[in-house]
């Protein structure tokens, strides 16, 4: 990370995204920031000097060309911010102006014309972890906060933007870093007649405080993959029973056409929802029949498709017409995959429920519902919630979720704990055991961004978008 003692140069980027809005952000770090700011910020009492952190009301002024006399491109609020209490720890100027993206972009072509340069995606956070503001972690965490769709993921992203996986990662690297320091003075000293390493302690430590850690921050890792990227829940069944009704009720809108038709549904229709804070990507297909109609045969091709790549299919079957040899056939086919059985329309159901028996031992769960009058709803959510993350308990440990990079290096790390371990109970020599305490470190440290290769950083920082 050379570029910590360096100058750098000035960058720009419209903060906001594109698309009207109240107001439109533009950033501008770098040292020639002020300096930049002063040539097209005319503040509304010229005599005022500009403090650091203090927002001034005022106009952008395009430059006194022949064409444009001093235009007036926006009437905005600006700040300079000195460094080093910025976000990039540089000097920072921010441009509060209308939120037209065109003129955003006025006022951006205009900054273009000094010694500045457009900003790469993710280069303002970029700058804040080289500056030292961030770890790697958290700079991760801006990203998964952007991007979070849930309040669960939000959670997520804030504890590691607080540094929560930083801790917990640099915690069980100083636990190595002590267990190495004393395999070295046993290296220096190899003829001491004391034995100046407790293999006994050392195991103990390692265990404890390096590999169990590891290996809980592995198993977050499920909940972190889950948190970002979401899952995908189809529902499923023969025409008729309910499924339209069902996404339309966990929707709370008229989504999805609903008729006592059977073979209403022909297209999937797919719509994002927040499940327990999870969030899931909701598939409602056409009902599966043998039907010489093409559209609809064309949508029961596009419904089977959707099952197999489900991580979880809602089961549905009508509990007022019991179980047909179709829906035998049908729950055959998919047996495979992570099923909840769900039997709707208990409204209308007066007697005993219809046996259940083999399907039942088949899916993960049974929960009973009625579409229309949306019972049991809370029930079902409750079992998708169950399902996806396996133990409830787990999940709400810690706020704390590695994402596949960390998982990666966290992985290595625990193999080369092993090692070290294996070592220790083999009384081997200290160089050996000093090496695989070390490979231990330098993936904690890959992590925490200490070193990490410049590949590994654009690949992160590639993932951001323009202006953050
Ligand atoms: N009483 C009652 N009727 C329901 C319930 N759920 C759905 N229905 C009715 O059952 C019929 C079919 O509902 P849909 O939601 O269209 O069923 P579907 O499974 O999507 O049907 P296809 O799209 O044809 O495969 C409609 O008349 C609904 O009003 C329920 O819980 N109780
Ligand atoms: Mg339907």
Not at 135 to 140: F, G, I, K, V, W
Not at 153 to 173: H, N
Not at 230 to 238: D, F, H, S
Not at 380 to 404: H, M, R, T, Y
Request: overall charge negative; charged content about 25%; glycine content about 6%.
């Amino acid at each position: 990370m050379s570029a910590e003692n360096e100058p750098s140069d000035t960058i720009v980027a419209i903060s906001t995204p594109p698309g009207a809005g109240g107001i439109g952000v533009i950033r501008m770090s770098g040292p020639r920031s002020l300096e930049i700011l002063r040539q097209i910020f005319q503040p509304h009492d010229p005599s005022c000097s500009l403090r650091s952190h203090q927002l001034y009301y005022g106009h952008i002024l395009a430059p006194n060309t022949t064409t444009e006399k001093n235009k007036i491109v926006d009437e905005v609020l600006a700040v300079f911010m000195r460094s080093p209490k910025t976000y990039t720890r540089e000097d920072v100027v921010e441009i509060h102006g209308h939120g037209n993206f065109l003129l955003l972009q006025s006022i951006l072509e205009l900054l273009l014309r000094y010694p500045v340069r457009l900003a790469e995606p993710g280069e303002f956070t970029k700058r804040a972890f080289l500056n030292g503001r961030l770890d790697l972690t958290q700079a991760e965490a801006v990203i998964d906060l952007l991007s979070a769709r849930t309040r669960k993921g939000i959670d997520m992203a804030q504890g590691q933007l607080s540094g929560r996986l930083y801790e917990r990662v640099d915690a069980i690297r100083q636990a190595l870093v002590y267990m190495r320091a004393i395999v070295e003075v046993a290296i220096d000293f190899p003829d001491e007649d004391i034995e100046i390493i407790n293999y006994d302690e050392l195991i103990q430590q390692l265990e404890s405080m390096v590999m169990a850690p590891l290996a809980t921050l592995l198993r977050q890792g499920h909940q972190g993959r889950i948190l970002r990227e979401g899952i995908t829940v189809v529902i499923a069944g023969l025409p008729n029973v309910g499924k339209s009704s069902l996404l339309n009720t966990i929707l709370q809108e008229e989504r999805a056409l609903v008729t006592a038709i059977a073979g209403t549904t022909r297209d999937t229709i797919e719509e994002y929802v927040d499940i327990e804070g999870i969030p899931v990507r909701i598939v409602d297909t056409a009902g599966i029949r043998d039907t010489t109609e093409e559209i609809e045969e064309l949508g029961i091709q596009r419904a089977k498709e959707q099952m197999g790549q489900a991580d979880l299919v809602l089961f549905m079957i009508d509990l007022v017409k019991g179980i047909s040899t179709a829906d035998h056939e049908l729950f055959a086919s998919i047996q495979h995959k992570p099923v909840i059985l769900v039997a709707n329309k208990m409204d209308l159901l007066s007697g005993e429920t219809p046996d259940l028996g083999a399907f039942r031992q088949h899916a993960l769960a049974l929960v009973v519902i009625s579409a229309k009058e949306q019972q049991g709803i809370s029930e079902l959510k409750q079992a998708i919630f169950k399902v996806v993350v396996e133990s409830k308990e787990q999940w709400e440990e810690d706020g704390c979720a590695p994402n596949l990079r960390h998982q990666d290096a966290l992985t290595r790390a625990y193999t080369a704990s092993g090692q070290a371990l294996k070592g220790l109970q083999t009384k081997t020599t200290c160089d050996l055991l000093a090496i695989d305490i070390q490979e231990c470190v330098a993936e904690l440290d890959a992590i925490v961004g200490v070193t990490t290769t410049e590949d590994i950083l654009d690949l992160i920082f590639q993932q951001f978008c323009l202006g953050k």
